[in-house]
């Protein structure tokens, strides 16, 4: 019964086997045929029903994988691909990745390659493209292949490959044979290779996808190759077919063939009308144009588009520029931009030219800063030794060496040169007079007694030399070398020219100041008197005075009294400044003659008509010292007395009440005289006039028999020890005979012992002045100084104003102004010298000025201004100072009233800043216009170097303002090339970087406001 069971269950197995087996075998050709149908869907390119019938085959026959799954696997992916779908790059990856060893590979990636360059990932596509074995890709799809290799080669930059591969197609049947006709041509173009380019492309005009861009390219060879008539036959088509950007090239280039052409008039309509369409870079040819049609005005805005480049095209429009503006008569703009176009290396004949004419132009007009025009010019005929204009341009330098006046510059380059012909020797002699005359003008002899010399060296022209000779013996004078003095002077009269010498009358009178200096009086009476017979009526009448008190003093020396008289009273006649002085000098020479009623009324009557006079004081002191000497006591008395009361300071205060004392003892007055020599004891202790006055007491004591008296008077009421009295006045008069013996050392010495064993003696006062005028002559200047000091703070004496003086000096000198400055406060309230007076207050005026006191340096200016015997330079010194001081009190049109007086001073550095300071205040008050005339005028005659500086960056500013940053710039380049001094230099490096920055700035606003991108037509050559 078992058995029977195993059997029935083993025969149903084996029944469900063989169904199963007819099942599987029908169910796998079924789904053959599905992939049979999947492949036909896609080689009918019905390639979305063909991906997902390959898709469904997959799924049927999972797990299984046999050749026809991975078939199926690599022609879904390949769909996806030619979908476009977004999975495409993914399913090639991942068959590439599954099967790495497919038949499929090869064309794997092709297609990936495919996929990465309809993405344009021309890179990637390159790199999978290279892993394709072209010998095994299938059959229709090399053209596309080698098409897309090439293309892939040629937007990665490997133009030579490409065109391997654009070649093999190019002149084929397939459908990529004219894209890579199109590309190779292209290349070609790229190449500059035209002539084979142009027939590529003329093969493409019949071509409905390239006929539309080729005949741009065909345009623009022709334009290359110079084929200008045919450019011009195509134009007007091409440019009535074309978008606007495409126009306006076309448009363009005509234009440039009608400027080669010369046709300007047309050449311009066509640069205008592509301008109109899109922003071209035409700027210079249609300023040329303009230029070439002399339509100046119009010219300038294009020319000016280049003036911030630095290339060949901006040296020529900077040229043509300054040429227009020439034209226009703007020979200012047009010098600044020869020397821009100068300055570039591009076009050395334009470099030349350019030169040539910055330098003519610098000569005609002036006022180039530093003597550029004649750096320029020697630096012209250095670059240029063989330029035809040589003779010219040595002419001119040579007028330009003379003319300027920045001589201390001038000189430096005139004395580079090797060799100079006559005329430049003729400059030469003239600049260095002149800047030696600068420097004497500032004071500085030294210097300027070594270019008067140089002058005389040179000898190239006799008046120059004769104004040489004078001006040096001028400059040795003032040096107080008197003997050098005479000798230059006297060669000056032997010159030949000296006759016609503008100093000719001044030489005279130094002459016999040089010759009464030296005691040479009867000579210098011959020279003043010289002086006076050929002055004109624009001699100035204080000089004509002056040289008469000269003579008089002449004749006075020499004891010819009433030749003296005479020429004191041509003075007194011509009521001069000095005619109190010629008042005094003709008393004395009747004090000489004995006519002492004479000398009284003579003194009288000076008092009466200059009661002011620095003079009054001595004139009332010589009066009661004439009635003393006339026995006259009384008169003598009221005299002294009237003298104390009114000048109780002045230095001969104490002589007046020795002499008063005297007269009370001579006419029994004792208690009077002792009242009054007291006086001299008392307040001025240590003086000659303080050791009489002791003696005539000790008199007055003895005759009334009270020695005890006197002694006791002397030890309680006077600094004196009578014990000592012989051993001081020994040890001074030995001290005093070094002093004056010259012996300086043995006198400091004995001065300093006498000082040390008598600090209060008889003589202290005295003694104190002599050792500092021995220190003072040793060039010891700071041991004089507290010895000076010590004098001043005693009594008057006739040491107090050289103590005063020289502590002042010593002071200013050691830039001590503060200490200067009391002093020399001290100085101007008891100096009776007017040369004293004098000093005093230019040195207050100076140290309060350097102390930052501006209101009391006005104050200090007026008071030197008002003074009569004031020089010409110290006039100058003082208006400066006051006209600065108000500027800097922020008075500014009281400072510019002021400043204007100074704009032809000799002194260059005041000259610069009053004509700067007037400039400035224009600028300020916004009026550009005064401001540019007054800096034109300030230029055209530079004075200092640095005021003109300043007074070019200024200029600068109102070039800018004006929107003329070209000269702005050039200004301040000239500063930055020339002008000596790291300040400026600095400032003006400063603004024209901002000047820079601020164009750079509109130029990039301007560029992004105006700029349009010009959109290239996309050729499809991806033909699928």
């Known amino acids: 019964m078992q058995n029977t069971k195993f059997h029935i269950v083993a025969l149903c197995a084996i029944l469900l086997a063989q169904v199963a087996v007819g099942q599987s075998s029908q169910s796998l050709d079924a789904q053959r045929a599905e992939f049979r149908r999947a492949k036909d869907l896609f080689e009918k390119e019905k390639y979305s029903s063909a991906q997902h019938a390959f898709e469904k085959y997959i799924d049927s026959r999972k797990p299984q994988d046999d050749g026809e799954v991975e078939s199926a696997y690599f022609y879904s992916a390949v769909c996806a691909q030619l979908l476009t779908n977004d999975d495409a790059r993914v399913k090639l990856e991942d068959f590439i990745r599954r099967y790495p060893q497919s038949a499929h590979i090869n064309m794997a990636h092709l297609f990936l390659g495919n996929y990465y360059y309809s993405a344009r990932d021309y890179k990637q596509a390159l790199a999978e493209y290279r892993l394709v074995d072209d010998s095994q890709i299938e059959y229709g799809y090399r053209s596309e292949y080698e098409f897309k290799m090439g293309y892939c080669l040629f937007q990665n930059g490997d133009t030579k490959n490409a065109k391997s591969y654009f070649a093999r197609l190019m002149n084929g049947k397939s459908k990529y044979a004219n894209s890579a006709l199109y590309y190779y041509a292209h290349i070609q173009y790229e190449e500059e290779n035209y002539d084979l380019a142009l027939s590529n492309f003329q093969k493409l005009q019949s071509d409905k996808k390239f006929a539309k861009i080729v005949p741009y390219y065909i345009a623009q060879i022709y334009y290359f190759l110079d084929k200008d008539d045919e450019l011009i036959k195509m134009a007007p088509e091409l440019i009535e077919k074309s978008s606007d950007a495409r126009k306006a090239e076309i448009q363009q280039m005509v234009g440039e063939v009608c400027y080669r052409k010369g046709e300007y008039a047309e050449a311009l309509k066509y640069y205008k009308l592509a301008n109109d369409v899109a922003q071209q870079n035409n700027y210079y040819q249609m300023g040329f144009c303009h230029y070439q049609l002399k339509q100046y005005e119009k010219a300038v805005p294009y020319f000016e588009h280049y003036t911030t480049e630095n290339d060949s095209v901006a040296q020529n429009a900077l040229y043509h520029l300054a040429d227009v ?72 330098l040579t007028s330009l060496y003379f003319s300027t006046r920045n001589y201390r510059n001038a000189l430096e380059l005139i004395e580079k040169l090797p060799n100079k012909t006559h005329s430049l020797n003729q400059a030469y002699q003239r600049i260095a007079l002149n800047r030696g005359i600068e420097l004497f003008n500032e004071n500085n002899l030294t210097d300027a007694i070594a270019l008067f010399t140089k002058a005389i060296n040179i000898n190239a022209l006799a008046k120059t030399t004769s104004d040489a000779y004078y001006l040096r013996g001028e400059s040795h004078y003032r040096k107080k070398q008197y003997n050098t003095a005479k000798k230059d002077l006297d060669k000056f009269f032997v010159t030949s020219a000296a006759d016609k010498s503008d100093y000719y009358k001044q030489a005279a009178y130094t002459l016999g100041y040089a010759n009464y200096k030296l005691k040479n009086y009867s000579t210098s009476i011959d020279n003043m008197k010289s002086f006076i017979n050929v002055a004109d009526k624009s001699a100035d009448k204080r000089q004509i005075d002056d040289a008469n008190n000269r ?180 040890t001074f008069i030995a001290a005093e005979n070094f002093y004056f013996g010259d012996e300086k050392e043995k006198a400091i010495t004995g001065l300093q012992n006498y000082l040390k064993r008598f600090p209060r003696g008889l003589f202290a006062l005295t003694a104190h002045y002599y050792l500092a005028d021995c220190y003072d002559r040793s060039d010891k200047a700071n041991e004089a100084l507290p010895h000076y000091e010590y004098v001043a703070k005693q009594a008057k004496s006739q040491y107090t104003e050289t103590a005063l003086l020289r502590s002042a000096q010593i002071s200013y000198n050691e830039k001590k102004y503060d200490e200067s400055n009391k002093f020399f406060g001290q100085l101007a309230k008891t100096a009776e010298s007017g040369s004293n007076i004098q000093q005093a207050k230019i040195g207050l005026l100076r140290t309060y000025f350097l102390l930052g006191d501006y209101e009391n340096t006005v104050k200090a200016a007026n008071a030197v201004l008002s003074y009569e015997k004031i020089t010409a330079q110290e006039t100058e010194e003082a208006t400066y100072y006051k006209a600065r001081s108000l500027y800097n009190l922020k008075r500014y049109d009281e400072a510019i009233a002021v400043y204007r007086t100074l704009q032809s001073a000799d002194n260059g550095d005041y000259a610069g800043e009053a004509n700067y300071r007037e400039a400035e205040l224009y600028f300020n008050n916004k009026d550009f216009v005064s401001a540019e005339n007054a800096i034109e005028e300030a230029t055209s005659n530079p004075r200092s170097d640095y005021w003109s500086a300043k007074t070019f960056i200024l200029w600068a500013e109102i070039f800018y303002i004006n929107g003329n940053t070209l000269q702005a710039k050039q200004t301040l380049q000239s500063i930055i090339d020339n002008y000596d001094g790291d300040d400026l230099v600095q400032e003006a490096t400063q603004r024209r970087n901002e000047i820079i920055q601020d164009e750079n700035a509109i130029k990039a606003q301007a560029e992004a406001d105006s700029k349009a991108e010009k959109e290239l037509e996309e050729i499809n050559v991806d033909e699928n």
């Open 325 to 396: 503006y020439l034209k226009m008569g703007k020979k200012n703009e047009a010098r600044s931009l020869f020397r821009q176009s100068a300055d570039m290396q591009f076009n050395e004949k334009i470099k030349e030219d350019a030169l040539y004419n910055y330098a003519k132009l610098s000569c005609e007009i002036g006022g180039a800063p530093y003597n550029e025009s004649i750096l320029m010019l020697q630096n012209y005929l250095k670059q240029y030794p063989n330029t035809p204009h040589k003779d010219e341009i040595s002419e001119i």
């Open 551 to 730: 003579i008089g003093d002449g004749f006075y020396v020499q004891k010819q009294f009433d030749n003296a008289i005479t020429y004191y009273n041509k003075v007194i006649n011509n009521r001069g400044v000095d005619a109190d002085y010629a008042y005094y000098q003709k008393a004395m020479s009747y004090s000489a003659l004995c006519k002492y009623d004479e000398k009284i009324n003579t003194l009288k009557t000076l008092l009466k008509s200059y009661p002011g006079s620095d003079l009054a004081p001595s004139a009332s002191f010589e009066i009661a010292s004439t009635y003393l000497l006339n026995d006259d006591n009384e008169n003598a008395l009221t005299a002294y007395q009237s003298f104390l009361a009114n000048y109780p300071k002045s230095a001969y205060a104490k002589e007046a009440l020795l002499k008063t004392g005297i007269i009370y003892y001579n006419t029994q007055r004792e208690t009077e005289a002792l009242a009054t020599l007291d006086q001299v004891l008392k307040n001025y202790p240590g003086t000659a006039e303080s050791r009489d006055a002791l003696l005539v007491v000790k008199n007055i004591y003895s005759d009334q028999g009270r020695i005890n008296d006197y002694i006791d008077y002397v030890q309680n009421s006077t600094n004196v020890v009578i014990s000592n009295a012989s051993q001081d006045s020994m």
